[in-house]
């Protein structure tokens, strides 16, 4: 059973940064994928940013230029930096494990407030 747990989330005042982290209970190195996603209140849970086994990076339009996913192979910790932050970057932010064995975790989430 993979573990995943997120921490850094928090208020900011927009414009903001904050660096959210996922600290992983298994090798992510072995991991297909590690991610980001987030929920706001009434809306779906959408892809924020995803890093593949061999590193690839991509994001989702809203978030390009302003947020960078990153890992510590290491540490077995995943990264995520927000700068300049909106209020509509609002919501709960998970953090997402594809498996060697394809197998999909989840950790529990990290709420982010953006106040104008």
Same mark, same amino acid.
């Given at each position: &059973?993979? &573990?995943?747990?997120?921490?850094? $989330? $928090? ?30 209140? $009434? ?11 061999? $590193?690839?990076?991509?994001?989702a ?7 960078t ?48």
């Amino acid at each position: &059973q993979v &573990q995943l747990v997120e921490s850094g $989330g $928090g208020e900011v005042q927009a414009g903001g940064s904050l660096r959210l982290s996922c600290a992983a209970s298994i090798s992510i190195f072995s991991a297909n994928a590690m991610a980001w996603y987030r929920q706001a209140p $009434g809306k779906q849970r959408e892809l924020v940013a995803r890093i593949t086994k061999s $590193g690839n990076t991509n994001y989702a339009d809203s978030v390009k230029g302003r947020f960078t996913i990153s890992r510590d192979i290491a540490d077995n910790t995943l990264y995520l930096q927000m700068n300049s932050l909106k209020p509509e970057d609002t919501a709960v932010y998970y953090c997402n494990c594809v498996a060697r064995d394809y197998r999909e975790y989840w950790g529990q989430g990290t709420q982010v407030t953006v106040s104008s």
